[in-house]
């Protein structure tokens, strides 16, 4: 188990847009072992690699229904619309109301390099947007309504 440092608001690299994976070598499998460690150590339900400070696009995420890993990923449908409370592992004590769609699906590639597509509703679709905002340099307190 290997847990790596997560970044807090106001380190530059979680204001930068994230890179694509061109490859997935052993450097990648370690850096999606450490992100899983690392977000079950903090009680997260989703952690990207720029919250550990690798501007890689790579995302980990697990609701309570077993871990996702996204590498590359990419929102390809969205439907409805629902309003909850958001927080962040790199925004720790705020929270706010942020509108995210009700139905998300992303394409992304597996830890052996295989397309995958996967579709979640309410958390999950809440989750893959806000993840996903990270590697796009987003925080969710850009979106927080007034």
């Known amino acids: 188990m290997a847990l790596r440092q997560i970044v807090q608001i106001g380190e530059p690299v979680l204001r930068k847009k994230s890179k694509k994976v061109e490859k997935i070598d052993k450097k990648i499998i370690q850096l999606l072992d450490d992100m899983a460690d690392t977000m079950y150590d903090a009680d997260g339900v989703g952690l990207a690699a720029p919250q550990v400070g690798i501007l890689k696009r790579?995302?980990?995420?697990?609701?309570?229904?077993?871990?996702?890993?996204?590498?590359?990923?990419?929102?390809i449908e969205t439907s409805g619309?629902?309003?909850?409370?958001?927080?962040?592992?790199?925004?720790?004590?705020?929270?706010?109301?942020?509108?995210?769609?009700?139905?998300v699906k992303v394409r992304a590639l597996n830890r052996e390099g295989q397309?995958?597509?996967?579709?979640?509703?309410?958390?999950?679709?809440?989750?893959?947007?806000h993840e996903i905002?990270?590697?796009?340099?987003?925080?969710?307190?850009?979106?927080?309504?007034d």
């Open 58 to 75: 790579v995302v980990v995420i697990d609701i309570g229904e077993g871990l996702i890993e996204l590498i590359n990923p990419e929102i």
């Open 81 to 103: 619309e629902q309003t909850d409370s958001e927080g962040c592992l790199s925004v720790v004590g705020r929270s706010g109301e942020v509108t995210r769609p009700y139905l």
């Open 115 to 129: 397309v995958i597509e996967i579709e979640g509703e309410d958390l999950l679709a809440r989750a893959f947007c």
């Open 133 to 145: 905002d990270h590697l796009e340099g987003i925080l969710f307190v850009d979106k927080i309504e």
